[in-house]
């Protein structure tokens, strides 16, 4: 709900318990008076009790105003306060990137949000369809023609960037122009996904409309409000349309859009006017009409302008840290996979050198349990061997206990005998089990130290589970018994 209606709504509250509190403060001294004269003592008791429900109702009305007294949990010093600790761990994991281009780039960017904390700057992003008049607003606001505008789609095709100063708005703007939505084809989809990232940069978004909202244009709108963005929908091309229509039209517009914006939030302009056919020949250029969106902006950027901008720095520190933290998640489980596929064939060496009365995954334990210790290094973790022991032990007990070994051997003794190695005999087999399990155990690990050394609500069973019904999968299983073939055929040929 807009701020506007937020205090008209505690308005309107605050006047009616006004009026009730009169309305029950004449009944009670009538109470009073009545129960005075039969017993002061009983009057009194009655005038405690009121006076301990009154207090009662207060408390519980000023927990629902709590809300209404703001919409953000933080207030603006908080949010930035927030938007700079984000940025210092992104710091940090940029500083254990492997891949120099990302590297790179996340600095760069941490450093340019950081800038743009510095000095205050507020984004202004002009979205809309093409041809609904994006450019030509930005035109007119800057008072030159800076972009081209044309009547196809698609004119403008990347983001372009604008200094701009809007009188009695003391920070420094910036207009970006989008490119245009709800184009056809994979360009077209293309750029739309580019100005929904823009999005995210912009402290205030400009939704240039030329007539009613289309569903592409309201679903736009429904997911730009959802993130949090301060909108103002702007109607262009306002001169095309008779006085009455255009009241009909904005009517609707806020018929459909208020709430969550408010009546003053949906304006209509005419960013670049047709000229007028005059009476004897000639045409009248009408000069832009530009006052409802410039006047709607600088009431909101004035007034909302702290909180406008802490939230849109906060947002976008929170996309970039979760960036950099996808980026060095895929890059620990690439190297998490290297050890474990470096472990799974030492493990079904071990076990075809040295051959067992029966298959017995507690064998290869020792190999296991320094497996999870370079695990545990790589996502920041420190276990010790005698813990990796600990931990490789009880995973081994949970594989045999939820019948995973005998699983295992049934699944590749399937798989082998499909590849033609069932001359091989139960040396192959055992030994490729072997490394399917340790297969197994690594990736759970890989799981559980990369949730800090938890298992999750299931325990280390489910993980286990989860990861046994992966490594089934058609593709991921082929490829295991290629490599266990090219793997252990030396080690038990005769």
């Not at 006085?243 to 304006?267: F, G, M, N």
């Not at 596929?341 to 334990?365: E, H, M, S």
Request: charged share 15%; glycine share 8%; net charge neutral.
């Amino acid at each position: 709900m807009g701020r506007q209606w937020q205090w008209l709504t505690l308005m309107a509250v605050l006047l009616g318990l006004l009026v009730a509190a009169l309305v029950v403060g004449d009944a009670m001294v009538r109470i009073y008076q009545t129960l005075a004269l039969l017993s002061p003592w009983v009057a009194r008791l009655v005038l405690l009790l009121f006076l301990a429900i009154l207090v009662a109702a207060s408390y519980y009305f000023w927990l629902f105003l709590r809300p209404l007294r703001r919409s953000s949990p933080l207030a603006p010093e908080q949010r930035s306060e927030a938007a700079w600790a984000n940025l210092g761990a992104v710091q940090r994991q940029v500083e254990g990137l492997q891949d120099r281009v990302a590297q790179q780039a996340l600095a760069a960017a941490a450093a340019d949000l950081q800038a743009t904390m510095a000095r205050g700057d507020l984004t202004v992003a002009v979205f809309g369809v093409g041809a609904a008049g994006k450019t030509s607003l930005i035109n007119s606001l800057v008072g030159a023609p800076v972009g081209l505008v044309g009547p196809s789609l698609g004119t403008t095709q990347v983001e372009q960037r604008y200094a701009w100063q809007l009188p009695s708005v003391p920070h420094p703007l910036w207009l970006i122009d989008t490119p245009g939505l709800a184009e056809p084809g994979v360009a077209g989809r293309e750029r739309e996904q580019i100005a929904r990232q823009i999005a995210t940069q912009a402290a205030l978004i400009l939704f240039v409309v030329d007539n009613d909202l289309h569903q592409g244009e309201f679903t736009l709108l429904q997911d730009l409000l959802a993130l949090g963005k301060r909108l103002v929908v702007v109607l262009n091309k306002a001169d095309r349309y008779p006085t009455a229509d255009l009241e009909v039209l904005l009517a609707h517009l806020r018929s459909r859009l208020v709430p969550p914006l408010t009546p003053q939030d949906i304006v209509a302009i005419s960013a670049d006017p047709k000229p007028l056919p005059q009476v004897g020949g000639g045409w009248l250029q009408r000069v832009p009409n530009l006052d409802p969106v410039l006047a709607r902006m600088a009431d909101i950027l004035r007034v909302e302008g702290e909180e406008l901008m802490a939230d849109t720095i906060l947002l976008q520190s929170q996309q970039l840290g979760e960036k950099a933290r996808q980026l060095l998640d895929q890059q620990r489980q690439r190297q998490a996979d290297q050890i474990i596929d470096r472990y799974q064939w030492l493990g079904a060496a071990a076990i075809a050198v040295t051959p067992l009365p029966g298959l017995d995954f507690l064998a290869t334990a020792a190999i296991n349990a320094q497996m999870v210790v370079e695990l545990s290094q790589v996502y920041g973790c420190r276990v010790s061997l005698e813990e990796g022991k600990g931990l490789a032990l009880s995973l081994a007990k949970t594989l045999g206990g939820l019948g995973l070994v005998k699983g295992s051997v049934d699944l590749l003794a399937l798989g082998l005998q499909t590849n033609l190695v069932t001359a091989l005999g139960g040396r192959a087999l055992k030994a490729a089990s072997g490394a399917y399990l340790t297969r197994i155990a690594g990736k759970s690990f890989s799981e559980y130290f990369r949730h800090n050394q938890n298992w999750g609500d299931g325990g280390m069973a489910a993980v286990v589970s989860q990861q046994f019904q992966l490594n089934q999968r058609e593709a991921v299983l082929k490829a295991f018994i290629q490599k266990a073939v090219t793997h252990l055929m030396p080690l038990v040929e005769p």
